[in-house]
């Protein structure tokens, strides 16, 4: 079975400081990993995903993130937050191994940027 | 280009009606897939259509019925509604490959069963 999980379900962190929100998954195959954010009232936007290849993966709005099998996670990061990433993230994955093409979900993590 | 697009984007319905959702999805993109996001949860999958045929399902009663047209555009039909059901039902779109494909959401549409 697989299954994803974000540890936190809030994160606080001060304008300009860096950010991370963690992600762990459980597969018993190679994984295809995603973050999703997703603003008030609105459907998700895809940030980056893992295929394979380099594990420092780069996205849209200068995220981030590093996938680590030894440790099964796949951390979402920025160097300096802003006010305007304050919404909630979402840490999907697809098993390679399974023919499946659908995303398994974490419970999301809601990031606030104080100023 | 447009993106994936839903409609309507609110519904409000009662206890044992049915309802449709539509989605558009993105300029070339061939496969849809229909999600369900209850309030503080995260997306959990319902099916996927491609090539006008449901490609797999999640671990939703047959209620939950869907159809793609040839233009892939797609619909996602709930019958018997449930209190339960109410929910922001969110549509992506991707092009089928080996996997690896990003799927884009549209922007939902919230359904309120009361």
């Known amino acids: 079975a697989q299954s994803v999980a974000q540890p936190e379900d809030q994160v606080n962190v001060a304008e300009g400081n860096p950010l991370t929100v963690k992600c762990t998954y459980s597969?018993?195959?190679?994984?295809?990993l995603f973050w999703y954010v997703q603003y008030p009232n609105r459907g998700l936007q895809f940030l980056l995903k893992?295929?394979?290849?380099?594990?420092l993966v780069k996205g849209s709005y200068g995220f981030e993130a590093e996938f680590n099998k030894s440790q099964t996670s796949f951390h979402l990061k920025k160097p300096s937050a802003l006010v305007s990433d304050s919404a909630l993230y979402f840490c999907?994955?697809?098993?390679?191994?399974?023919?499946?093409?659908?995303?398994?979900f974490g419970t999301g993590t809601r990031l606030t940027v104080i100023p | 280009d447009a993106g994936v697009t839903q409609s309507p984007t609110h519904l409000i319905k009662t206890r044992g009606q049915q309802v449709t959702l539509r989605c558009s999805p993105k300029s070339g993109h061939d496969t849809v897939s229909w999600y369900q996001q209850a309030l503080g949860q995260g997306p959990q999958f319902i099916f996927q259509y491609y090539e006008e045929e449901e490609r797999q399902r999640g671990n939703f009663p047959d209620r939950f019925s869907g159809h793609q047209f040839p233009n892939y555009s797609s619909e996602l039909n709930v019958n018997a509604l449930l209190l339960g059901d109410s929910a922001l039902y969110l549509c992506a779109s991707s092009i089928l490959a080996g996997g690896g494909e990003t799927q884009y959401f549209g922007p939902g549409t919230r359904l309120l069963v009361l």
């Open positions: 597969v018993s195959g190679n994984p295809y």
């Open positions: 999907a994955l697809r098993e390679l191994s399974s023919g499946a093409n659908n995303l398994f």
């Open positions: 893992y295929i394979t290849g380099d594990n």
